[in-house]
């Protein structure tokens, strides 16, 4: 790990103006990413600001009847959140199946949406990728490909997105509330968040330079039936295959948001319409104009299976 300076933010605003004034910062809590991103200087930040004594760490509800999470609240505390286990139970689901007791003791709200790709090349210093340094190519293409997304990949990076908790945010239409280095506050709304590769793998977020995550807000509940399905090759402590996160009405129709697909959440709303034709016409409809290889071809089929499920559920069967 390489050398780095470090200081506390005692506000928001304060955080994020002093983010600008050296350069190559970091905002760390939890550091359940970056920390081990820097013992292998993929990231190696010259300086670090401590965000953990702003006080953004409360779940409260939200004049339009929804809830505001702040940035800082725990994983282990939002899933266990009656709220959040009542109103927006794929959230909660989500959560838990992510990581470890220990790590979700941790992890924050704000750090588990920015949490960058699992992907082997990426991890691996002696391998090109354009996440790490930009221009310098992509291995996984080519390369071993059993993880790799199969939408809106390009010819410039194939990685996944590896946050559980982001799926069921994009399924429930969160905001992203964040103040910039002038103070001045806005919301992102979920959908416009996370960027697709295209030629610049490494622009991951519409975050700004110094652009620090204040809350995350949700919509009024859904209601419905909440499901949070994910495939991987071991029952705990490994990002999905594939991850199913859905919303399901008495009529039938509903909401799902794809994970371990793409280099984001993958949801496409129109698709959301053949629910109640089961999951072959949802799958045609969501991963419509796939690019797989020989080793992730089987996720399409996952992923209709997995919808199948999911629906076979909800009917009570």
Known sequence: MKAFTYQRAKTPAEAAAAALQKPNTRFIAGGTNLLDLMKLEIETPAHLIDVNGLGLDKVEPTPEGGLRIGALVRNTDLAADARVRRDYGVLSRALLAGASAQLRNKATTAGNLLQRTRCPYFYDTNMACNKRVPGSGCAAIGGFTRGHAIVGQSDACIATHPSDMAVAMQLLD??????????????????????????????????????????????????????????????????????????????????????????KPWRVPGAEQALPRGGKAVTEGLLAGARTTDENAFKVVLVQRTIDAVLAEARGA
């Open 174 to 263: 969160a905001g992203v509330e964040t103040v910039n280095p002038d103070g001045k506050a806005r919301t992102i709304p979920i959908a416009d968040f996370y960027r697709l590769p295209g030629n610049t793998p490494h622009i991951e977020h519409a975050l700004q330079p110094g652009e620090l995550i204040t809350a995350v807000t949700l919509p009024k509940p859904l209601g419905g039936k909440h499901f949070y399905h994910k495939v991987r090759d071991r029952a705990s402590y490994a990002f999905a295959l594939i991850s199913v996160a859905a919303v399901v009405q008495p009529d039938g129709g509903g909401r799902v948001t794809l994970g371990g697909v793409a280099h």
